[in-house]
């Protein structure tokens, strides 16, 4: 009978490490050792570091995604309102920890994007992919009336995941809600808001 593969138990243990140590100081044994697996059973699983990185990404996004979908997919709120919801659900989360960790998406755009053009090109996929929910519920938005029509909704999407991504950088550096607060006040009382 096959032994069970640890893979799985190594890509989680990779995602917590890589939160706390960043892509480059996250060592093959500081993974191997929080998945509590010998270190063979990284070598068994992934060619490097750099692909165990890209799975690990991919993982991280798939949780993603469900959290888009959570907010995004809830027609009982008005396109707008499911919008402000996505942003409620991620500030919730980053509070659970304590505003240390952010985004891993957004981490590795800084860390590894000019290090690595695999990985450069995996985060460009997962932004492409990211932004098409959000840009169909802004033209939904945008064809009710609730969103201004100023800026096409493609637009709107990366301004709203872009400056997203910067206030929860913002957040880690001040350890405080305060940056995805002022964030959602400033974009809901201006670029979200619909014409009176």
Not at 61 to 87: C, I, M, Q
Not at 90 to 115: H, K, M, P
Request: charged residues 30%; aromatic residues 10%; neutral net charge.
């Amino acid at each position: 009978m096959p032994r069970p593969s640890n893979k799985n138990d190594i890509i989680e243990a990779g995602l917590r490490v890589m939160f706390r140590k960043g892509y480059h100081a996250a060592g093959v044994r500081d993974v191997v050792a929080d998945a509590g697996v010998p270190q063979g059973s990284f070598t068994n699983h992934f060619r490097s570091k750099e692909a165990f990185a890209g799975e690990v990404l991919d993982y991280y996004f798939s949780h993603t995604r469900k959290l888009v979908g959570e907010a995004l997919n809830d027609h009982t709120l008005t396109p707008r309102e499911r919008l402000f919801r996505y942003l409620d659900i991620i500030t919730d989360r980053l509070a659970a920890d304590g505003y240390l960790r952010g985004c891993l998406i957004g981490d590795f755009s800084i860390e590894v994007s000019q290090a690595s053009e695999v990985l450069r090109e995996r985060l460009a996929a997962i932004y492409r992919e990211w932004l098409e929910p959000f840009e169909r519920c802004i033209e939904e938005g945008q064809r009710a009336k609730e969103i201004d029509t100023q800026f096409p909704a493609k637009d709107l999407a990366e301004f709203l995941l872009t400056s997203w991504e910067g206030a929860i950088l913002r957040m880690k550096v001040e350890r405080s809600p305060e940056p995805l607060d002022r964030f959602k006040r400033i974009a809901f009382d201006t670029v979200f808001r619909g014409k009176p």
